[in-house]
């Protein structure tokens, strides 16, 4: 029988492991390109993940927010341009979308009285950055439904096959 970490702070790659019941060895075989070793540094963090070890650990384990963490957290790069994503129910998501493009619905007319000139004047500046945040939002959130879409395809809540054919299909009318 597995030992159970009594750690109380666990990050999120050593949560993700547990979560699967995997020992250390058992995940090191499930990733292959990760030693035990390697991965109690991660979970212990001595050290910090390589990209592609995320990349890898977010497939096996099932759980694509991996990536999300360590480009908002991790990465240097990421930290400074990726929003920290949270996988939540899906009506939220929706409602969350809605409230957020219905604010843009009413602030695009002040949009376009703003940008027209092409300059942001003194007097608009509080305006254009109520909007900019509210346009920062809506991103935020078709990131969350798009991290959703991807946990639903890792646990096969969602067939990849259909849903890569529906992705194709729409591409194509996009064309």
Known sequence: MPRISTKENKNVYHKAREALHLTREA???LLESMTPERIEK????RCLPHPDEVLVMAEK???PSLCNYYCANQCPIGQQYVPEVKVRDLSQIVLEMLASLNSMNR???RLIEITADGV???????????IQKELERISVTVETLQLWAEQMLATGAIDAQQYR???ER?????D
């Open 107 to 109: 602030s695009k007319e």
């Open 165 to 167: 054919l529906c992705r």
């Open 42 to 45: 991660i979970e212990n963090e």
């Open 61 to 63: 384990y099932k759980q």
């Open 120 to 130: 942001v004047e003194d007097d608009e500046l509080g305006d254009f950055v109520f």
């Open 27 to 29: 995940a090191g075989e």
């Open 170 to 174: 729409a591409d194509r009318e996009e």
